[in-house]
């Protein structure tokens, strides 16, 4: 099982990326596919995540209006895109995947406030530097 995370790189605040994660063995639609980063020295931070098999989104409140997340399920990829960065949006960037097998009924809006541990699947991470 694998997610493999792409597309960071090193961008003027105020330029856009688009990250990928691509899950490999697992279904894809059993899970919700949620994107985190990491900055030297702080905690991390969910940024957004979504459910591809109906949808649901959600998003961290200093990425809302400037991110978007989407799927593509026959692709198993989840992307990021990422508009009008700023210098605080640098860090790693990696996607998880959270198991909603026999937890049908969970909200959307509190899969980026679980523990890493509850978490399934992590991806290696993809570094993003926004520069000022």
């Known amino acids: 099982v694998q997610l493999v995370e792409s597309g960071g790189g090193l961008v003027q605040a105020g330029g856009s990326l688009r990250l990928s994660c691509v899950a490999s063995?697992?279904?894809?639609?059993?899970?919700?596919i949620a994107w985190f980063r990491q900055a030297p020295g702080t905690e991390r931070e969910g940024v957004a995540c979504i459910r591809p098999s109906n949808g649901d989104i959600f998003f961290a409140g200093a990425v809302k209006d400037r991110f978007i997340i989407s799927a593509d399920s026959p692709k198993k990829t989840v992307y990021l895109q990422m508009n009008s960065l700023k210098p605080e949006d640098t860090g790693v960037y990696y996607c998880?995947?959270?198991?909603?097998?026999?937890?049908?009924?969970?909200?959307?809006?509190?899969?980026?406030?679980?523990?890493?541990?509850?978490?399934?699947?992590r991806g290696q991470g993809t570094q993003v530097t926004v520069s000022s």
């Open positions: 998880t995947a959270l198991s909603l097998l026999g937890n049908g009924d969970v909200n959307i809006a509190t899969v980026l406030a679980r523990h890493d541990a509850e978490f399934d699947y």
């Open positions: 063995d697992f279904n894809f639609k059993d899970y919700a």
